[in-house]
């Protein structure tokens, strides 16, 4: 079978979908659209692609098997609800589902009500390391996660310059809270399922940029008793284009995730694990990890000795990669062939729960507007079900 697409928004995202959709003996780009005529030619032309300026003619025209959905972050809706519309069976969308959980609800509503399967691609749920992560907090090597913190930072030019002269008009329909903590949350989503967040309180300020916050700052309680801080900022000076960096404090055990270092630090994954464990189940866990193309080595040391003790420190366990390459398109890879297998957990996302849908994109834009409202008005936001 081979799968007709059709690709609306063309930016930086946008024509990378484009190119990863075409490597793909299985898939066949016959439609691109972009509100910018000549963007649309320059992407779809070498390809041979019907070009557009209006998506929705292009899906009633198309008749695509699969809708990808790239544009600015407040702008998801629309295309989204035309794909669904003219009878899409899939949509693959990029994060955040939406600005506002009213139209994160209208597409949900819509795609159940026509059968169409919304996937919501959350890059950093996709690496080797994020899946290592899933899978130590899931199978209990920390106990039960108590603790934690996430940091998403972009430096100042991404807000002022990425997208050229469009910058500041699409940086002002979103913020660090849509763009940046929409990853953090999906992550944490993922990884301490099937736990939710159920309280939330954030600060923000608007010191620097004025046009969106500088920042956002949030406390998440979930249900399960876990408490993380995430923080994300717009203004920093830094060396590389974003740093990236998470830890989470178990009952017996720590994980230190630097995913995308900044100064001084260094890439990097290490999982400190429960003590009970034996060796043996240690280089278990290893090979099962290995098994699954997840390059971690299994160590047994021992920690720095404690101050003002004569009691030497127990040996520790533990599992830890260091420079592993990320794959920021894992994720689309794998929704495309959910929707060739018809499957949410095709054979390239084995053993990682189902692919992130549509009600993973309202619980985390929820959660997102939780942490906006939280900020505006200083209180405390208690999150129910819709």
């Not at 406390?219 to 993380?228: K, M, N, Q, V």
Request: charged letters at 20%.
């Amino acid at each position: 079978m081979k799968l007709k697409a059709c690709v609306v928004g063309l930016g930086l995202l946008g024509s990378e979908y484009v190119t990863l959709l075409t490597k793909r003996p299985d898939v066949e780009v016959t439609g691109v659209a972009d509100i910018r005529q000549a963007r649309a030619h320059e992407v779809g032309d070498p390809i041979g692609a019907a070009v557009y300026s209006d998506y929705e003619r292009m899906f009633h025209e198309q008749q695509p098997d699969l809708a990808v959905v790239a544009t600015p972050d407040p702008l998801h809706a629309e295309p989204v609800l035309a794909a669904v519309a003219a009878g899409a069976p899939a949509v693959i969308q990029e994060k955040p589902m939406a600005t506002s959980v009213e139209d994160a609800e209208r597409m949900l509503l819509a795609a159940e009500g026509a059968g169409t399967t919304v996937f919501v691609n959350y890059a950093n749920r996709g690496s080797a390391l994020d899946r290592a992560t899933y899978y130590v907090i899931q199978q209990g090597l920390l106990g039960p996660v108590v603790y934690g913190q996430a940091r998403l930072d972009d430096h100042i030019v991404v807000p002022t310059r990425l997208w050229g002269d469009r910058t500041r008009d699409w940086v002002a329909g979103s913020s660090t809270a849509h763009f940046l903590l929409s990853h953090v949350v999906d992550f944490l989503r993922w990884v301490l399922a099937p736990a939710e967040v159920c309280e939330v309180y954030a600060i923000s300020q608007r010191q620097v940029l004025g046009y969106t916050p500088d920042l956002y700052d949030a406390y998440l309680t979930f249900d399960s008793g876990a408490r993380f801080r995430v923080k994300a900022e717009w203004i920093k000076h830094i060396d590389g284009l974003v740093e990236f960096a998470l830890d989470f404090s178990g009952a017996e055990g720590y994980l230190r995730y630097i995913k995308i270092p900044g100064f001084g630090e260094i890439e990097g994954w290490r999982a400190n694990l429960s003590a009970a464990l034996s060796p043996a189940d240690l280089l278990s866990h290893r090979d099962t990890l290995l098994a699954r193309g997840i390059p971690v080595r299994a160590l047994v040391h021992t920690p720095q000795p404690l101050p003002d003790t004569d009691t030497p420190p127990a040996a520790c366990v533990a599992l830890e990669a260091l420079g592993v390459p990320s794959d920021g398109w894992r994720v689309v890879q794998s929704c495309v062939d959910a929707v060739l297998e018809e499957t949410l957990t095709p054979a390239s996302w084995a053993h990682y729960g189902p692919l992130p849908t549509g009600i993973d994109g309202l619980r985390q834009t929820e959660v997102v507007a939780a942490i906006v409202t939280s900020a505006a008005e200083d209180r405390v936001v208690t999150l129910g079900r819709s």
